[in-house]
């Protein structure tokens, strides 16, 4: 099958919808996803070398980025509040998805691309610059996410909790462009205009003083 199979793959990520069995004004695919955080990482790390005098692994930082969720082909988009409702489950859904990857890349990749692909796809959060960069990137997507679901009126439940949630595990994470986001952008989103009955601004506030 050889590398074709892994391109095949892809496909799989445009028609997989996150934040599955709720009510949304915008659908998004895991695919469509996993650019945004790419997006969102490489701002990021500008803003972290142009404030906090970082020296960058752009080649390692786009690898994790772009092939973050790649896992999700085979084990679909788990709710984030029953993914991170335990230490031991999210270790255990963590172990599944990556014995799946490997198994992929042990029948389909060939030979000489195997340690390439073991590199590339590899849970890529992890207390490097780089990790610390996708981690924000990825948190950052939901609160865009569920803002903009929140900002339009929905009343879903776990579109506040998954805001909430998102900026408390940003705010939590040492670097310069997290005072950057906290400081210069968070507050012109909170600012928008909206017509949602939910009080963004008293939620953002909550979520920063936890």
Not at 170 to 192: Q, W
Request: proline share 2%; glycine share 6%; hydrophobic share 40%.
């Amino acid at each position: 099958m050889g590398i074709h199979q892994y391109f095949r793959s892809l496909n799989g990520l445009e028609r997989m919808i996150r934040c599955p069995g709720k009510f949304k004004f915008e659908e998004h695919s895991v695919a469509a996803h996993s650019w945004k955080v790419v997006q969102y990482a490489k701002t990021l790390a500008d803003i972290e070398e142009k404030h906090g005098g970082a020296v960058i692994d752009w080649k390692k930082l786009y690898e994790i980025t772009s092939s973050h969720d790649y896992g999700e082909i085979f084990i679909g988009d788990i709710k984030t509040p029953v993914k991170h409702s335990s230490l031991q489950l999210r270790s255990l859904i963590q172990q599944v998805e990556e014995g799946m990857i490997n198994n992929f890349i042990e029948e389909h990749i060939p030979e000489e691309f195997k340690s390439i692909f073991y590199q590339q796809l590899r849970e890529g959060k992890d207390n490097s610059l780089e990790g610390l960069i996708l981690e924000v990137a990825d948190k950052l997507d939901q609160v865009y996410e569920a803002f903009a679901e929140i900002q339009r009126g929905n009343t879903e439940k776990e579109f506040v909790v998954m805001y909430r949630n998102a900026i408390i595990k940003i705010k939590n994470i040492n670097l310069k462009c997290v005072d950057y986001f906290l400081t210069h952008i968070l507050p012109d989103m909170v600012n928008e205009e909206t017509l949602s009955p939910i009080d963004i601004k008293r939620i953002t506030e909550e979520a920063l003083a936890h």
